[in-house]
């Protein structure tokens, strides 16, 4: 019996989905595998997403059987790639909340140095519960498997599943603070640029790497393009917003060294995973003076995302690879 007592027996403090104790308005519900949750968590996750939010949070034991209409399963990848798949305009409310919740959040902790918990519940979850729509509803479902998914593991500071791809877009964006203006930051086209960009990264690593960067500026493949088209974009504001020299360096070196300071330290910030390689740095100079001769000699505005932009991009960057072959020909 004394066993039956120590091993069955022990009390529970908390909800296994929110991890807050029980009170009046949290009460317990046990289910049939023994495990116990607060009742309006429960009906959160039972109503809040697909097929397998019909088991368990915990040990994944059935608790009712799922409705054949759910067809679309409630995982990772899926709604992923569902959320992906919405239209530009409600990802673009989607970011532009994400704008508005990384203003206040930076107001609070001027460092930047936000933890992945003050990202998500600050941040991250408002925007997707202030962009979600119907019942059956791809920002609805992200909020719900990220939400309990987090408080399972017992919200740890290095994002997991869903929350990766999250957390790397709010801190993209942070980090292009100073080079984005207010304005921009509204408009759809440029919020496009920067959703695309953070997608194009797929689901596992939760840093940017250099390394990224690097493949697509040789434009031998479209992997990362959306993310290059972005720091062009970047390039762009940088010389747009960026007080001017008094005089452009005639050395060589001396150019390389402003231009990857300015767009490497100042446009992106230096929480990028490695660094960029010596042939990207010849070619974003020649990028570089390019976008300053269009901007300030022939009087051209700069880009921010507009149809057919991604053609400029790839012209400009085309452009510096085949001067960078030809010097190496010499």
């Known amino acids: 019996m004394e066993d039956f007592i120590q091993s069955e027996l022990q009390p529970t403090d908390d909800c296994g989905i929110c991890s807050e104790g029980w009170s009046y308005d949290h009460i317990p519900v046990a289910l049939k595998c023994r495990h ?76 930047g140095n936000y933890t992945v918990k003050e990202l998500l519940d600050q941040c991250i ?38 929350a ?54 040789t434009l031998d493949n479209d992997r990362y393009f959306p993310l290059l088209h972005l720091f062009t974009v970047l390039i762009s504001q940088v010389i747009a917003h960026h007080p001017r020299a008094q005089q452009w360096p005639q050395r060589g070196y001396e150019r390389m060294n402003l231009v990857v300071e300015r767009c490497c330290s100042t446009a992106v910030g230096t929480a990028w995973k490695g660094i960029p390689s010596n042939e990207f740095k010849n070619r974003l100079v020649i990028v570089y003076e390019e976008l300053k001769r269009h901007q300030g000699d022939m009087n051209r505005i700069s880009l921010r995302g507009n149809e057919g932009e991604e053609h400029i991009v790839r012209g400009l960057w085309q452009m510096a690879n085949w001067k960078v072959k030809r010097v190496e020909m010499r």
């Open 36 to 111: 116990i949750f607060g009742h309006q968590c429960l009906l959160r996750w039972l109503r809040g997403g697909r097929n397998n939010n019909n088991t368990c949070p915990f040990c994944r034991h059935a608790i009712y059987e799922a409705d054949q209409g759910d067809s679309i399963p409630f995982e990772t990848n899926s709604i992923w790639s569902s959320l992906c798949g919405q239209s530009s305009e409600r990802l673009n409310a989607l970011v532009v909340a994400i704008w508005r919740n990384l203003r206040s959040l930076r107001d609070r902790t001027p460092s």
């Open 125 to 162: 979850f408002p925007a997707l519960i202030l962009a979600s729509g119907g019942r059956y509803d791809s920002f609805k479902d992200c909020y719900s498997l990220t939400a309990v998914s987090y408080a399972s593991l017992g919200h740890p500071d290095t994002p997991q599943g869903l």
């Open 164 to 217: 990766i791809p999250l957390i790397r877009l709010a801190r993209l964006m942070d980090r292009c603070w100073f080079s984005i203006p207010n304005h921009l930051a509204t408009l759809e086209r440029t919020n496009i640029v920067f959703w695309k960009s953070n997608a194009c990264m797929g689901l596992q690593s939760d840093t940017i790497d250099w390394n990224f960067i690097n493949e697509a500026s």
